[in-house]
């Protein structure tokens, strides 16, 4: 019987699990799989952990999420086609929900069948070779300090690329006399409170990292962006400076001459595909790209058809895209969808790499996304979603935030499953300060 590993039993590696039982269920017979997580539950990021570092084995923590983070993007773009939102809650919820909500979520779908015994929890997956015919996997048992291995006709590479954080270094931080965190190992803004605190970078975690210590009452924010500026309407108490060029005691001089006092600097500067388990040939090398290269449909290895990897990409789209893949990957292991030959796979990822390298703004980069999704959607079963009005949906929600950055949050949207408009939520997000699943989905007492 072909066997499969799936590494990895966030989002991405539930997709997997999701897309065989799937098939299983249509009376399909599906390879035996097992997967691995390094974590003592599923989830990946969406299981919030207080840890940073290392955790109680010594094994870096890859959690990177935070508390009181919301979802950054209409929950209706990345809801799943077999699993709406409205079938899990029960009733409409609001298009933003906070962690803890999509957490229930994601999990509410795979905790309906008997996915969980197909994993293996505090496994960390140590070594992945191949010698010409199958895999070997070696992984360690956290608990028991025991290390295994076990052969597999292919493997899905499912571990998240939001894990290892990129640690730049500037001139003056050896005697800073503040804190200097990675958003890697931020966990609660209230720490913040009544200080000046520099944020450096302009991407989605620059964003939200600065936004969540003005919410939870720091003196100043002060965001040092390198290339472009995010741009957005910053409230009082806000401000973007071009690029730091040093610190000077407790004083962040930028390269525009702006000076400020800073008690603290979080990098938000991004996170490296790090995968010190895979065998060289095997191994991924790319930054955070829309296409990264040498993935033949954004999911199968270019130089062995037998490795899978999923949500390797930067992302707008998420959930149902990494269903797309998941789905597609199953039907390449069972045999349902051929993979051409070497010369077709190398001028589609270059059809896709060449596109991808033209993109100038966020519509574009929406648009680009969105094709790439609909096409994996076209090539399996998995069911109906309206990929047109996901398109719509971040578009608009772009145009939100451009308007407003505090307000971008409390805005509704209609889903692509059901049709079903999200409903205003309680409270606006800029003084919505619990973010907790019962009270999100509770309608507070008047
Ligand atoms: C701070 C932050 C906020 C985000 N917010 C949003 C959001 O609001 N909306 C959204 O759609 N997306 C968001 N994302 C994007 C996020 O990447 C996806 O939502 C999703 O978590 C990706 O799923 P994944 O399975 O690829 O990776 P992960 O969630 O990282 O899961 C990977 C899993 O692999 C396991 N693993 C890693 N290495 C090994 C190993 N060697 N052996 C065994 N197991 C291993 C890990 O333990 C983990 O459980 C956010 C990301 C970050 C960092
Ligand atoms: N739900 C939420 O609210 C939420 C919150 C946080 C994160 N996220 C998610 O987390 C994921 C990761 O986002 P991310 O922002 O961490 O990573 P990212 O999108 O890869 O961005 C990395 C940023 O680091 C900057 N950078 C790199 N090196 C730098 C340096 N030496 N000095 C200054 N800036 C530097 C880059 O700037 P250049 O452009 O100049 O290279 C870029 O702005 C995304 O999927 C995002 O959606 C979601």
């Known amino acids: 019987m072909t066997k499969v590993a799936i590494i990895g039993a966030g989002p991405c590696g539930l997709s997997a699990l999701r897309s065989f039982e799937h098939a299983e269920k249509k009376g399909e017979k599906i390879p035996e799989i097992v997967c ?26 890859p959690n990177s999420m935070y508390r009181y983070l919301w979802s950054n993007g209409p929950k209706e773009c990345l809801e799943f086609a077999d699993y709406s939102f409205d079938e899990h809650f029960g009733k409409p919820i ?79 931080m050896k005697s800073f006399p503040g804190r200097i965190m990675h958003s890697h190992d931020f966990r609660d803004a209230e720490e913040f409170r009544g200080k000046n605190v520099v944020v450096l970078g302009s991407s989605y975690s620059a964003e939200d990292v600065a936004l969540q210590c003005h919410k ?3 003196k100043s924010v002060t965001i040092g962006y390198r290339h ?77 058809h037998k490795l899978m990897y999923l949500g390797m990409q930067d992302q707008f789209h998420t959930f149902n895209m990494f269903d797309c ?34 993109l100038e703004n966020p519509d574009q980069m929406i648009d680009f996304q969105t094709e790439y999704t609909k096409e994996l959607h076209d090539l399996s079963d998995y069911p109906k979603i309206d990929f047109e009005l996901i398109r719509k949906t971040f578009k608009e929600w772009e145009h939100h935030k451009v308007e407003d950055i505090m307000t971008y949050r409390n805005k509704s ?33 008047k």
């Open 94 to 172: 609001p298009s933003f929900p906070p962690r803890e909500v999509l957490y229930d979520y994601i999990l509410g779908r795979v905790k309906k069948g008997n996915l969980k015994d197909k994993v293996k929890f505090n496994s960390s997956v140590t070594n992945v070779s191949y010698n010409g015919k199958s895999f070997e996997i070696s992984y360690l048992d956290k608990k028991n300090d025991k290390i295994s291995k076990d052969i597999f006709d292919y493997v899905i590479v499912s571990t998240g690329h939001f894990s290892v954080p990129f640690i730049p270094e500037y001139p003056g």
């Open 228 to 304: 472009n500026p995010m741009g957005f309407k910053w409230p009082d108490g806000m401000k973007e400076v071009f690029h730091l060029d040093k610190l000077e005691g407790n004083k962040a001089i930028f390269k525009d001459g702006h000076v400020q006092e800073t008690d603290a600097v979080i990098l938000c500067t991004g996170y490296l595909h790090h995968f010190p388990f895979l065998n060289e040939d095997l191994k991924l090398k790319t930054g955070n790209r829309l296409y990264p290269p040498k993935l033949y449909k954004g999911v199968v290895w270019q130089n062995n």
């Open 325 to 358: 893949q998941a789905w597609f990957a199953r039907d390449v292991i069972m045999g349902k969808i051929k993979i051409p030959n070497d010369s077709d796979i190398d001028k589609d990822i270059n059809k896709w790499v060449s596109m991808e390298e033209k």
């Open 413 to 445: 949207f209609a889903s692509p499953v059901t049709g079903t408009i999200g409903p205003k939520h309680h409270t606006n997000w800029e003084v919505a300060m619990d973010d907790s699943l019962k009270t999100f989905l509770d309608q507070p007492k």
């Open 36 to 61: 691995f997580d390094k974590q003592e539950d599923w989830g990946g990021l969406w299981n919030y952990s207080w840890r940073t570092g290392s955790d109680q084995y010594g094994d870096p923590v």
């Open 216 to 218: 939870y009452g720091a």
